[in-house]
């Protein structure tokens, strides 16, 4: 079991930064695969990044390779989410999620995920 509660969304202009944790209670951290998802009003929930429990390894779609980075500190039960030069559709309501896997899995299906937060708020626009 493991309960998950995101921070660090916000207002931001376009080119702008953000950096959102998620924080995981529990000491069984280490056993799950994490991953970041986001949802926009009227849109389906979205894939953004995952990060396996060994390595570890990472997985990205495609529109935020080479802006967002996915970390992890097991150490503070937190995986974390820096979002560089971001866009007006990065909009949306960013998730946390964790998943029961092997030692390199990075999931890139919410259905795979057993564990989720409740979201925090990503807006940016001028």
């Known amino acids: 079991q493991v309960q998950l509660v995101e921070s660090g969304g916000g207002l931001v202009q376009p080119g702008g930064s953000l950096r959102l944790s998620c924080a995981a209670s529990?000491?069984?951290?280490?056993?799950?695969?994490m991953g970041w998802f986001r949802q926009a009003p009227g849109k389906e929930r979205e894939f953004v990044a995952s990060i396996s429990r060994r390595g570890p390894l990472t997985n990205y779609v495609d529109s935020v390779k080479g802006r967002f980075t996915i970390s992890r500190d097991n150490a503070q039960n937190t995986v974390f989410l820096q979002m560089n030069m971001l866009k007006p559709e990065d909009t949306a309501v960013y998730y946390c999620?964790?998943?029961?896997?092997?030692?390199?899995?990075?999931?890139?299906?919410?259905?795979?995920?057993?564990?989720w937060g409740q979201g925090t708020q990503v807006t940016v626009s001028s």
């Open positions: 529990g000491r069984t951290f280490s056993n799950y695969a």
């Open positions: 999620a964790g998943a029961d896997g092997g030692d390199y899995y990075t999931p890139r299906t919410g259905q795979l995920y057993r564990y």
